[in-house]
């Protein structure tokens, strides 16, 4: 029976991969969110700016029964869960995947970029990865480029033509091992961006209701 952390992993990196995550990480606005419930906390519960700021009240509640609008906490609850969220993201998504949306990005961007000690650095990570697929690519393309290494052709096009499938192939399963990394941030994350954004959509429906 699969163990319950490798249920986790499953799920995770079925429904809440980093690449989905980003689509909603990366916006501005929702960077912007990790400075507000610090600033809201200081707002909402300042006695002063209550009575300057106070919203109209819900239907059917009394003015003077609550001090604080149930709206306006609505708002801010929404706004920390997202904030959080926000910050779960910053902490544990591979920066990799912050920066490029698909891993042929990834690769077109930095392969030429990197040297032979990269490279290495990528295929001794993808060695001591958890997933069995990894372990076994890394290995083969080892094997092929110290095959190479020590029967090397009389003409230098095939060492590099070869070093630069190697790179390729090794950038894009990187690139997917970062997608599938930290799988318990990444379900917290999910879950404290759909909390959040639930919470900031309920005012809206009250509106319209």
């Known amino acids: 029976m699969p163990s319950q952390a ?9 429904y809440v991969p980093w690449t989905t995550l980003r689509e909603i990480g990366n916006l501005s606005a929702v960077k912007l969110t990790i400075l507000l419930p610090a600033i809201g906390y200081l707002i909402i519960f300042n006695e002063n700016v209550i009575e300057y700021l106070k919203l109209s009240p819900e239907p059917g509640l009394d003015s003077q029964s609550s001090t604080i609008s149930i709206r306006l906490l609505t708002i801010y609850f929404g706004l920390t869960f997202v904030a959080s969220g926000s910050l779960l993201y910053t902490i544990f998504c591979p920066r990799p995947v912050r920066l490029y949306s698909t891993a042929s990005i990834f ?9 032979d000690l990269a490279i290495n650095e990528i295929r ?4 001591d990865s958890n997933e069995d697929r990894y372990k076994t690519l890394a290995a083969a393309m080892q094997e092929a480029w110290d095959a190479l290494s020590r029967n090397p052709p009389v003409s230098p096009a095939p060492a590099a033509e070869l070093r630069r499938r190697d790179a390729t192939l090794i950038m894009q399963a990187y690139y997917c091992a970062l997608d599938e990394k930290a799988p318990l941030a990444r379900m917290v994350t999910a879950l404290l961006f759909g ?7 309920i005012p809206s429906v009250d509106v319209f209701w």
């Open 195 to 201: 909390l959040g954004f639930a919470l900031l959509a």
């Open 124 to 127: 001794a990570n993808l060695k």
């Open 6 to 14: 490798h249920q986790i992993n499953q799920l995770a990196n079925k």
């Open 107 to 115: 690769v077109g961007s930095e392969r030429d970029n990197l040297g």
